[in-house]
């Protein structure tokens, strides 16, 4: 199932078997708000998360529980942060020019044009 658009979300969250969720369409309805909601404290999670491994590290007073933990939520909040970052970039309209300024060499008699490319 695809909107008018042609385009699916994913979603912030898994199925449960840990598969990839997608909603078709984007606009104003109760679930695209929920996934909005979500990314947005799953994004205020991940800042909160940061400054206090910052201030775990900056201690230095550490066990190896309290990294292990660390590195696990760590892990977890990544996950979120990176699921949300290929949504969003999923959605994001192709520029009409994204191959303009690529600089095509086409010297087959000098192999080193392309390092001084």
């Known amino acids: 199932m695809v909107s008018p658009a042609g385009q699916l979300r994913l979603l912030p ?4 078997e ?10 104003p309805g109760y679930l695209s708000r929920l996934t909005d909601n979500m ?3 799953q994004l205020g999670l991940a800042g909160e998360l940061l400054q206090e491994a910052q201030r775990v590290l900056d201690g230095r007073q550490w066990t190896q529980d ?3 933990l ?6 977890e909040t990544l996950t979120d942060v990176h699921r949300v970052a ?5 959605r994001l309209p192709a ?3 994204a191959y303009e300024d690529l600089d095509v060499i086409d010297d087959e ?3 080193d044009a392309l390092q001084r490319a």
Do not use: N
Not at 18 to 27: E, H, M
């Open 13 to 16: 969250w898994t199925g449960p």
């Open 18 to 27: 840990g598969k990839r969720c997608y909603l078709a369409g984007d606009g």
């Open 39 to 41: 990314e947005s404290a």
């Open 66 to 68: 309290e990294l292990h």
């Open 70 to 75: 660390l590195a696990v939520q760590l892990t």
């Open 86 to 90: 290929i949504s969003r970039g999923e």
């Open 95 to 97: 520029p009409a020019d």
């Open 109 to 111: 008699d000098d192999p």
